[in-house]
């Protein structure tokens, strides 16, 4: 009996000291990207370095410049705009590849980058905001020539909807399309973007060809609910929040039913990394 005790009062003293130490860690505060008006009367220049923020706040944790990362380099993107633009034909300019890549993403995929990995940006940023990324996407390899007035690239590529919505208050009206099978779920929500399941290379997050011999369907489950929960070991470490935004901006919760995570988790938990 003395012996648990001992034992007891030493667990609750570690935990209150990793707790304690916790607190006296200084907390980084999630600041949001600046807003910009959308039809106001801001020139490239300024559109631009207000798209340098919105970039890092929104975009950095994906697009690396310069070196692979989980989606496309960026890296130059302006001056590739321009070729990419004259492949489409006349009365498509770089502005409208840009904007139709941040509003309709899976229109031009990258290779080797699958689609489904970039939620329509229109459901997170504003009008404004896409216009300023735009901007400041030019100036990497070229210069800016959008202003905060060209809304009508805006208008031809679906973007004032959701969170873009002219005045900010609109929210977006979408029928949710049905989930499907697991196979499907893995596919359509970008989850193939970053976890291979057919063996065990390294993407941006973890193989999942074994997880059901590593994890218990509960881990599976909290993985999904609350996936910085636990961040799975490896070398280079796994990034932070990835997942969860991404889920977020595929309103992935907000699709999903009981029955679907039942299956999805179950999907999951066959894969035992080759063993049957």
């Not at 929104?58 to 690396?64: A, S």
């Not at 997170?124 to 009508?152: M, P």
């Not at 489950?221 to 470490?237: F, N, R």
């Not at 907000?254 to 066959?270: G, H, K, R």
């Amino acid at each position: 009996m003395k012996n648990f005790i001992i034992t007891a009062l030493f667990t609750v003293l570690v935990s209150l000291m990793y707790t304690g130490i916790a607190y006296m860690l200084p907390q980084q505060p999630e600041i949001p990207p600046p807003e910009v008006e959308l039809g106001s009367n801001i020139g490239p220049e300024q559109l631009a370095e207000t798209g340098v923020k919105v970039f890092e706040n929104q975009c950095k944790q994906c697009h690396k410049l310069g070196e692979s990362s989980r989606a496309p380099d960026l890296a130059g993107v302006g001056m590739r705009a321009e070729g990419r633009a004259e492949e489409r034909g006349v009365g498509y300019t770089a502005v409208d590849y840009l904007v139709e890549s941040l509003c309709q993403p899976n229109a031009y995929v990258v290779e080797p980058f699958g689609r489904g990995g970039m939620t329509p940006q229109q459901d997170v940023l504003s009008g404004g905001q896409l216009l300023a990324v735009v901007a400041y996407l030019q100036t990497l390899g070229g210069e800016a020539s959008v202003k905060g007035t060209d809304v009508k690239p805006l208008e031809r590529f679906g973007c004032l909807t959701g969170a873009s919505a002219k005045g900010g208050a609109a929210k977006a009206a979408k029928k949710a399309a049905p989930v499907g099978k697991p196979e499907e779920i893995f596919a359509n929500f970008g989850c193939s973007t970053c976890h291979a399941i057919e063996d065990d290379s390294r993407k941006s997050g973890p193989s999942l060809w074994d997880a059901g011999k590593r994890l218990t369907k509960g881990a599976i489950y909290e993985s999904i609910l609350a996936p910085d929960k636990v961040i799975a070991k490896g070398d280079p470490p796994y990034g932070q929040g990835l997942m969860k935004k991404s889920l977020d901006g595929n309103k992935f919760y907000e699709q999903m039913t009981p029955a679907d995570y039942q299956a999805l988790v179950d999907w999951l938990a066959s894969h035992k990394g080759g063993q049957e």
